[in-house]
């Protein structure tokens, strides 16, 4: 689903209409000297030559890079600069060059270069607009697509990347809006499709992001792609429906049997339907693969914490600290010495998260629910007071409150 669709593509190596030489002519004299055309007899011989010359270079340029070769388009292109300092072919062709290394800020300097003297030149618009995209530089991407647009506003590839870029930016009007318009365009384009089910996700519209994955299902249910069982399944996890996301991440599995996605997906609804010997199956797969995984290793502590082996929760959440400090691994620590009737060195731990994060309300509940269970009922009234003096309000701290005043 990566390669685009061929409607309207300009691709690094497609090569522009070749343009006229609009520089005077530049030619060499015997000695190496730049000299102007008109300086010798038959300079308009010579002029036609050249501009010939530069014809067939940008050919072999653009040929090169189709082929991947480097170094030797840049030469071609260079050697076209070298005769007509501003030449479109070159400049648009040295960016291409560029973006292909990766280099995309030096290609933003030839495509610019370009524009100066071209302006709307689509090769140049379509190359700047997509290294800023790459850049993550999503409003500067828009405007210079939306210049292009001016120009070819049926351009269903740019149209795209223009809706995607409103989404990077959390813009879901525009977004939604450039989306829906490229479908009036091509009813079953897949790029619209799985936008717009990123784009209702990331703002979790689950039950619209789950209409346009299975839309997508539906087009491609012969070859369909890995990603969107994986996005369905999520938008099941994420609607708590976790029976029917457990059978596309389980489709999905059978696809790759270790994609990361589906396992965590699967690990993920086993333990909301709090089958936590199931989601370790899944947990412990991922870890196999990647043992240094703090998030998996903590959501593995949190398993075997809720099965009462605190032995393996523990060496689970220290795996994950000898990595970097995890605020949820001392959490998971907390619990088990509490879970252990080891509350003042729960407490202890308890106290240093709440400085560093002091708006976090299940910190205080855990600590509240210590001192209240060493029989210091005021204390643990105290705490959860400390959080509604920040100004703060949450209905699981009001109800707590309540029930240790009465």
Known sequence: MNNESNAGVLSLAEEPAAPPVKNPVRMYSPGGTAVDAGDY???????????????????????????????E???????????????????????????????????????????????????????????????????????????????????????????????KVRDFKHSREVYLQVLKMEETNPYAIIGL?????????????????????????ENVDIRVLTSIGNCYRKLKTFENGITFFEQALQRDINNFYALFGLADCYRGMNQQNRSLEYWN?????????????????DAYRHLNDYGNAGEYYRRALNIEFDTYAVLGLALVAKAQNKYSEAIESLRRLIQQDPRNYRLYIE??????????????????????KQGLRNGKISELLDRYRN
């Open 367 to 388: 600590l509240s629910d210590c001192w209240y269970r060493k029989g210091e009922r005021n204390l643990a009234i105290e705490i959860l007071g400390d959080f509604q």
């Open 41 to 71: 007899p038959g300079e308009a011989e010579d002029a036609e030559t050249l501009k010939q010359d530069i014809a067939e270079w940008s050919k072999r340029g653009y040929q090169f890079l189709r082929e991947n070769r480097i170094p």
């Open 285 to 301: 797969c991922i870890l196999e693969q990647d043992p240094r995984n703090k998030v998996i290793l903590t959501r593995a502590g």
């Open 73 to 167: 388009a840049m030469d071609y292109f260079n050697k076209i600069l070298e005769a007509d300092g501003c030449n479109n072919y070159a400049l648009v062709g040295l960016g291409d060059a560029a973006r292909k290394q990766g280099a995309y800020r030096e290609a933003v300097r030839y495509y610019s270069w370009c524009l100066e003297h071209h302006p709307g030149n689509n090769y140049a618009l379509f190359g700047l607009a997509d290294c800023y995209k790459t850049l993550n530089q999503f409003h500067k991407a828009i405007e210079i697509w939306e210049q292009y647009l001016l120009h070819d506003n049926q351009n269903i590839t740019v149209l795209t990347r223009v809706a995607d870029a409103y989404r």
């Open 197 to 221: 089910g990123h784009l209702h996700y990331d703002f979790k519209e689950y039950e619209e992001a789950l209409f346009y994955w299975r839309k997508m299902l539906e087009i491609n249910r």
